[in-house]
């Protein structure tokens, strides 16, 4: 959130002591970056290229050490002639390099370096009962869509909006009845070979968008394509009431819109209510470090395969227009710029025009802790914001399809944004 509208802000000096401080890094589990590391990082000298095909090669051979000897124990049984038992110790070359920090161990084979004729075999079989249950599956909904095809929907039948779906758990408007919320939070990871991640969401959401719901699908996306993290969790953090922006309707109207949205369009998101039930404004690093308290500090992270307890790593998931922020002179920390992005990272998503690679190179604090930044290209453009929903409503215009009708709904019955009125630049500039 950009601090400038904090009702107390003033420009930061380089040296200030932050209030409060932030939490002391022993308290944030250590993570890999989000970005894994290139050759170019080690800083390594290379005498001579490599031979990527040799280390391929390498590696079947390695996965298939325990087969190539027993394939050869046989072949010595079965020939009298054989007298050479010191095949049984073979080791395989090595072709890693002493300036090249590389391991052949490293390199996932493909598919075809690993597989054998018994495998196809297995494959053929395993696929011709897949294809079985999938008839007998697809057979059993056909008799299922037939008896209901003359069940319509009526238009009493629909839920009412404060109807709570089963398992949901709503945040409360005062912090005596508080609770974090961990109703959707995996207790353990699924893939034992990845680490845990939660990604927090900061902003007003005045109203809440498909556009803020569809940044953390992109999110997700962008992780499981790129990164070695699953993520365990997601959440929408609204801002307190003192923020000093247009159009920012009452937190608790905010906090149950975003629960609308969650609950009626995700299975794995969630809202925490915390900051906007501080009595002033709160700075993004001191949100973060709330999650890192909630989830590591008090639950100690989540379970490995084993039952061991692992610690979470938290991101930030913003749009670029909150990045540029970052780079204007006298609206950010320096120390909440290295803790943010340092301590916990951030996930950007580009919005159209704009050129977030190159902002990060040419600002110093994000081009220090660029591994831990993740720059998430839309792949299809959507540029709803906040600001021109609540000049629809204003206008009586329909906003039918920018916004879960749920939250559509919340908001004619409240009669929220209809009187209010906001700069004309605000309007024509606003990305939230």
Excluded at 33 to 51: E, G, H, K, Q, T
Excluded at 163 to 181: C, K, L, T
Aim: net charge negative; hydrophobic share 30%.
């Amino acid at each position: 959130m950009d601090p400038t509208r904090a009702p107390d802000f003033k420009p930061p000096s380089p040296n200030e002591e932050l209030s409060p401080p932030p939490d002391p890094q022993s308290t944030i589990p250590e993570s890999d970056p989000i970005v894994p590391y290139v050759l170019a990082d080690y800083n390594a000298s290379i005498d001579a290229p490599f031979n990527l095909d040799s280390i391929k090669k390498n590696h079947k051979k390695s996965a298939k050490k325990h087969h190539y000897h027993q394939h050869h124990r046989n072949k010595r049984n079965n020939d009298p002639n054989d007298t050479d038992n010191s095949s049984e110790n073979t080791t395989f070359p090595s072709h890693r390099s002493q300036h090249i920090p590389l391991n052949a161990s490293d390199f996932q084979p493909l598919s075809a370096d690993v597989s054998s004729a018994e495998d196809d075999d297995d494959t053929d079989e395993s696929n011709r009962n897949s294809r079985t249950n999938s008839r007998t599956i697809d057979e059993a909904l056909n008799e299922q869509q037939l008896k209901a095809i003359d069940i319509g929907v009526k238009k009493y039948q629909i839920a009412d909006l404060e109807e709570v779906p089963h398992g949901i758990v709503r945040q409360a408007r005062d912090f005596d009845n508080y609770e974090f919320p961990t109703h959707r939070f995996s207790t353990g990871l699924k893939d034992p070979n990845k680490l845990p991640l939660v990604i927090v969401a900061c902003g007003s959401f005045s109203p809440i968008t498909y556009l803020h719901l569809r940044m953390f699908e992109m999110a997700l996306d962008a992780i499981n394509e790129q990164t070695r993290f699953e993520v365990v969790g997601g959440y929408f953090s609204p801002v307190n009431d003192t923020y000093q922006k247009p159009g920012l309707a009452p937190s608790y109207h905010r906090v149950r819109m975003c629960e609308l949205a969650c609950e009626r369009t995700s299975s794995w998101l969630m809202v925490d209510a915390w900051e906007s039930l501080q009595p002033t404004y709160t700075r993004t690093a001191k949100v973060l470090d709330h999650f890192n308290h909630e989830i590591n500090v008090k639950r100690g992270g989540v379970s490995t395969a084993t039952g061991e307890k692992v610690g979470c790593k938290i991101m930030l998931l913003a749009g670029g227009d909150l990045i540029e922020s970052m780079g204007e002179p006298n609206v950010w920390a320096d120390a909440d710029l290295h803790h943010i992005l340092g301590n916990y990272g951030c996930l950007i998503v580009e919005r159209t025009g704009s050129d977030v690679r190159s902002f990060l190179l040419s600002h110093d604090i994000m081009y220090e802790h660029r591994r831990n930044v993740l720059v998430i290209k839309q792949l299809i453009y959507n540029d709803i914001s906040s600001t021109k929903v609540r000049l629809f409503i204003r206008r009586g215009m329909s906003v039918q399809y920018l916004l879960p009708n749920s939250v559509i709904r919340y908001i004619q019955e409240h009669k929220l944004y209809i009187n209010q009125t906001e700069p004309v630049k605000q309007v024509m500039g606003g990305k939230e």
